[in-house]
């Protein structure tokens, strides 16, 4: 990354380089969250939609068709798709894991009750639907229905893999490729699927997205046990909330006895005493998992980077590579 | 209705009539409803589709496309969307109500939690579009996805409007339309335009649906008033969870001060004695309004089986019409 780059961030430089397509996005979103007869729609879909989220996944899509060359007007219904999707999926989370704040404001379960949090996700899906469907191409209702499948898959094995020991690092895959990453993959690949690209650059774009979306989570997830004030997380939360995540994974494979009775304790219990987190993050660092888990996320990082090869070069590509390094420019 | 159409119900006489296409819609539901990585998600989703609910919904669909001629597979996918559709409606529903039972049994959100219910009612819904999807046929994505939306905008609806006297009954039919019947007009139009037949047709089995579906809710409004044990409500549960129906709307209309009072307090306040179901149900009397309620029930039945007129005649169209008979049969 040059020095110029890391004055501007990644995403502020395609959130510029995309302006009019992504005023026409948010344009779009604020004509197809409306409703005739029940005007709490909008006024939860606003309070998201409008929180100052860095509309990164519906950039992915922008950028993807782009730089693929497309200049018909279906890639800012998919971005309004994606970021819809994304929408429905943060309400019905804040219902799922009773969450108080999001983006620093108090979450829309709270403000109105998860009665409107369900509800209204529901509506943003089905709107999702209607705005892939203005498309006519059956290709990319296809990719994100599939997604929106994959995303609860997702969310559904973590409900039930993640209190548990037994859960390895293969079902942590399997989790976070679904809540995140499954919406990444599949912003960018349908970026090259309305753009009319074969094959080949559709994979290279669904790869990317892929191994960006991973990376994405693993960070979030090692922040989570070495977060400061700045990264703006809450040291210890997943440990609190008994969420397994990458860092603890690697620590229990590795745990005698004593450490396993420990986590089994703590996780699977749920039985937390005062000073447990400090024992947990003395052997999170005893067993070099927080090493590991940055090494991994640096790994999908640059393996993101790789799959952008056989795309055109082009400045939007480049910003894409430069994204990959920012999100573990955090951690590194 | 004749003698013999009494004896077997319609909805069983439906049933015999498509159940080669019934065993079909079943078998794709199972083969759908299975999730690679979590099994939760087949678990949750047997409790409900295995219950022995009606499939009215989805035979619907399968009988309004072979009474149209349709003989291509693709009724049985629509059929199936409709009742993906519905359970998802009903996992998220009994979150939004807090209901404990359904079908006799207890609730998927209180035998799994909440957050089951959600998930995998998020995933059903990504399910159902991907059986649309498989059709290829973007006008029956279209219908389904707008119904989608509907029914989540008629709940919404009901949940801000529902508690307030201000609710008439222009406001009371957008929510049945919504949340009830948005699907069943729905499900009819689909199996006409999936048969590939002109507006005409399309139309009236839409409306055909429609005033099926407003009976239907009616009827289920009108019986938590005057229920018995063998209709299998039980009377006044509106009344307690201050949801405010067509019955309480009419009487509302017609209350003195004093009477208004009563309903501001017990619905609007929430603030309930006993003996106050007794007073409601003595107001119901007083205005007539169970009877009128009976009465807009029935009229509409009468509007769905004059909305088949342009259809073919056959044994199907036929049973439709005994259908929307046996819908008011219970309460007349």
């Known amino acids: 990354m040059s020095l110029d780059a890391a004055v501007t961030k990644p995403h502020e430089r395609l959130a510029e380089a995309l302006s009019d397509d992504l005023a026409a996005v948010n344009a779009l979103i604020r004509e197809r969250m409306q409703s005739e007869h029940a005007p709490r729609i909008p006024e939860v879909t606003a309070h998201l939609v409008e929180a100052g989220g860095k509309r990164l996944r519906p950039m992915l ?6 730089l ?11 971005a309004a798709t994606v970021e819809f999707i994304h929408t429905a999926t943060l ?3 804040d219902v799922v894991d009773e969450s108080a704040q999001r983006r620093g404001r108090p979450t829309a379960n709270l403000l109105w009750d998860n009665q409107s949090s369900v509800l209204v996700g529901d509506y943003l899906f089905a709107k999702s639907f209607l705005l892939m469907v203005d498309t006519g191409n059956l290709d990319v209702l296809r990719i994100l229905s599939q997604a929106s499948a994959t995303i609860a898959e997702g969310e559904v094995l973590q409900l039930t893999a993640s209190r548990s020991l037994a859960t390895d690092e293969a079902v942590y895959m399997k989790v976070i490729r679904g ?14 699927v309305i753009a009319g690209q074969g094959p080949e650059v559709c994979r290279a774009l669904f790869d990317y997205g892929d191994a960006l979306g991973i990376a994405f989570q693993i960070v979030d997830d090692l922040l989570d046990y070495e977060g400061t004030e700045a990264t703006g997380k809450n040291v210890g939360d997943d440990f609190r909330e008994r969420k397994l995540t990458l860092p603890v ?6 745990a005698d006895a004593e450490e396993r009775a420990f986590w089994q304790r703590t996780i ?5 005493e005062e000073g447990d987190l400090e024992t947990a993050l003395g052997l999170l660092a005893r067993h070099g998992a927080l090493d590991e888990t940055r090494a991994a996320a640096i790994e999908w990082a640059a393996r993101a980077k790789a799959a952008l090869a056989p795309l055109p070069d082009s400045a939007l590509t480049e910003m894409l590579a430069d994204l990959a390094d920012y999100v573990v420019a955090r951690i590194s």
Chains 1, 2 share one sequence.
Do not use: M, N, W
């Open 268 to 272: 699977e219990k749920g039985r937390q």
């Open 61 to 66: 899509t922008l950028a993807a068709a782009r």
């Open 68 to 78: 693929c060359g497309y200049d018909g007007p279906y890639h800012v219904h998919l």
């Open 179 to 192: 809540k995140t990453a499954a919406l990444f993959s599949a912003a960018t690949e349908v970026g090259g």
């Open 91 to 93: 309400l019905h989370d």
């Open 249 to 254: 994974i690697k620590a229990v494979a590795r």
